[in-house]
């Protein structure tokens, strides 16, 4: 087992030449627990760490009986296999009984059918309010109306939405089929993002366990909602800028004089002039966040958390390169780069998803607002300037801002912000109380049954993330762990713009989307219970122990919530038995 609280990486950030004194408040943060970078060794190593347990354990392969060989080979394909049987774990969840319950479920009434349009006529329509019990009657074989409808949110996630209805069918499985795919493939990318941030593959694969386990994420990857496929895009732009991290600090690395032991040293000219070249993975990640926002508008804040991040990276990889104003430097080198390479690129990315809309007719007969520049605004101070399209966007969008901040109406379900943390308020999906011997209800239940989908976080995973996001904060603050501060960042990002916000209806279900942090804050709570490498081995087995029970705990937690995660039958005193709290009926 590895532990990322002794990974070489921890403080790899912090740099200071060697014999530099201790600041004052160096000194009095040391007894919370903070602990400066040391200088010596090999820069590059700083730069880009090694993995922990690149190199196989003797004792404990010896101890398997795996001759040494084969253990590298093992230890060479686990960064790959443990992430694809995890997320074929999470896939086999996901998709079983996926069309269950064969129904419009919650939002679904809005979402699957503005799918099934929008594929088709690049825009969204008005259905008969009657229609639901059409499409499932009929297997979805219903004529698609023309009279355009107002919706409030982009059209990203309903593309990739019809998608899967165009495979499949304009049915339930067919409507939540790339739902279940873009949960499935999180889960992968998650393991691989754990694996690279903690510099641990089991620690990756634990995170990316941890949330093929989670209640939340595993009801949204099985219902058409939006924020699910809003989560699969903002944790892909947090992968890409991870991999870009590396690959530019390993060009910084490359660049570095090396002394007569063969060792890098910080060198104050290569760090302030060496260009990082080339960033792929950080112009894809301008794409990603364009389809995030694209898909939600509050995939902007995490444009901008991401944008704020990637930079800091910047000046964090010239400052351990031994640059003396490493901001500054990071301004004149890397900022405007980065700007360019993702604002640009997500606002065309988001501009360029509207294109179905863009080309529908503007005499009244394509999207709504469509012909608003032709007829409304036609004598706009801007008409010279900006196409007829630009300008009904533009209005649009006007429209459902007002619509978003305003948006005031009760809801049964609506929850504020500070209950999220501790799932104060799940949402109920579905629910029906069918009698005994009907809808899956055993004969012997001795009345109704209740029947439900209830998007729940795992509780045990949710409130040992309450602790595990204390430690993060902590270890980011005193200790200057850069990988603590991007897993708060992913959070705050997700988590903190909905206090603004708290007067307006929302749904504790919106928290999908800072899901894959949690389970990494969890990840790295567990690392620093398992306890560094060369702990004794009393440490390493009472740290075992406790991570165990924990990891054991959260598993049997979503064992024992399956039936209302899945929408079974099952009897209703069994269904009370599963409402801890009063606030989840």
């Given at each position: 087992m590895t532990s990322t609280a002794s990974s070489t990486d921890t403080r790899q950030d912090q740099s200071s030449p060697e014999g530099r004194a201790e600041s004052s408040w160096q000194q009095r943060l040391r007894r919370f627990g903070y602990a400066p970078a040391d200088p010596r060794g090999d820069v590059r190593d700083r730069l880009v760490p090694p993995y922990a347990g690149a190199e196989p354990s003797p004792r404990m392969w010896a101890a398997l009986g795996v001759a040494h060989p084969l253990a590298v080979r093992i230890n060479r394909w686990a960064g790959w296999a443990g992430p694809l049987l995890v997320a074929l774990f999470a896939g086999v969840l996901r998709f079983w009984h996926l069309g269950s319950p064969k129904d419009v479920i919650f939002d679904e009434t809005y979402y699957a059918k503005d799918a099934w349009a929008i594929v088709h006529r690049g825009y969204e329509v008005n259905w008969d309010k009657e229609v639901n019990d059409l499409i499932l009657n009929s297997g979805g074989n219903v004529p698609i109306p023309t009279d355009a409808a107002y919706v409030v949110h982009p059209p990203v996630?309903?593309?990739?939405?019809?998608?899967?209805?165009?495979?499949?069918?304009?049915?339930?499985?067919?409507?939540?089929?790339?739902?279940?795919?873009?949960?499935?493939?999180?889960?992968?990318?998650?393991?691989?993002?754990?694996?690279?941030?903690?510099?641990?593959?089991?620690?990756?694969?634990?995170?990316?366990?941890?949330?093929?386990?989670?209640?939340?994420?595993?009801?949204?990857?099985?219902?058409?909602?939006?924020?699910?496929?809003?989560?699969?895009?903002?944790?892909?732009?947090?992968?890409?800028?991870?991999?870009?991290?590396?690959?530019?600090?390993?060009?910084?690395?490359?660049?570095?004089?090396?002394?007569?032991?063969?060792?890098?040293?910080?060198?104050?000219?290569?760090?302030?002039?060496?260009?990082?070249?080339?960033?792929?993975?950080?112009?894809?990640a301008g794409v990603m966040l364009g389809l995030a926002f694209g898909t939600k508008w509050n995939g902007l804040y995490f444009l901008a958390a991401f944008g704020v991040l990637t930079v800091l990276w910047d000046a964090g990889a010239r400052r351990v390169a031994g640059a003396p104003h490493p901001y500054l430097t990071m301004l004149k080198r890397d900022a405007g780069w980065a700007f360019l390479s993702t604002v640009p690129v997500a606002i065309a990315t988001y501009v360029a998803s509207w294109t179905g809309w863009i080309l529908s007719p503007d005499?009244?007969?394509?999207?709504?607002?469509?012909?608003?520049?032709?007829?409304?605004?036609?004598?706009?101070?801007?008409?010279?300037?900006?196409?007829?399209?630009?300008?009904?966007?533009?209005?649009?969008?006007?429209?459902?801002?007002?619509?978003?901040?305003?948006?005031?109406s009760p809801h049964t379900y609506e929850s504020n912000p500070w209950t999220w943390i501790v799932t104060g308020r799940p949402v109920s999906f579905f629910y029906e109380d069918p009698d005994s011997g009907v809808a899956g209800c055993p004969v012997d239940a001795g009345g109704k049954c209740a029947r439900e989908v209830l998007a729940l976080g795992t509780p045990m995973l949710w409130w040992a993330a309450c602790f595990a996001l204390l430690y993060v904060l902590w270890r980011w603050f005193f200790r200057r762990d850069w990988r603590a501060g991007a897993i708060a960042c992913g959070i705050v990002a997700g988590y903190l713009p909905w206090f603004f916000y708290q007067e307006r209806t929302i749904f504790f279900f919106y928290a999908v989307v800072f899901v894959p942090f949690l389970c990494l804050a969890v990840a790295m709570l567990i690392g620093a219970l398992l306890g560094p490498p060369r702990s004794d081995d009393g440490r390493r087995v009472a740290g075992a122990t406790g991570a165990g029970v924990l990891v054991l705990l959260i598993a049997w937690n979503f064992i024992y919530f399956w039936p209302i995660h899945t929408g079974q039958s099952i009897p209703i005193d069994d269904w009370r038995s599963r409402m801890w709290l009063d606030t989840w009926v």
């Open positions: 996630g309903k593309y990739v939405i019809g998608l899967g209805e165009l495979m499949f069918g304009f049915d339930p499985f067919g409507w939540r089929f790339m739902t279940a795919l873009l949960g499935t493939l999180s889960v992968l990318m998650l393991c691989r993002i754990g694996r690279r941030l903690l510099r641990s593959t089991f620690l990756g694969c634990l995170a990316g366990a941890l949330m093929a386990v989670d209640g939340l994420h595993f009801v949204m990857s099985r219902t058409a909602l939006l924020d699910g496929v809003l989560m699969f895009f903002v944790l892909a732009a947090f992968g890409c800028l991870l991999v870009d991290r590396d690959r530019a600090r390993a060009r910084l690395a490359a660049a570095l004089p090396v002394d007569e032991d063969g060792r890098a040293r910080p060198d104050a000219y290569t760090a302030e002039h060496t260009r990082l070249g080339w960033r792929p993975w950080r112009l894809a005499d009244g007969k394509g999207g709504y607002y469509r012909n608003w520049a032709a007829t409304d605004g036609k004598d706009s101070a801007w008409s010279w300037l900006f196409p007829d399209w630009w300008r009904s966007l533009w209005h649009y969008e006007n429209q459902v801002y007002d619509f978003h901040v305003g948006l005031h």
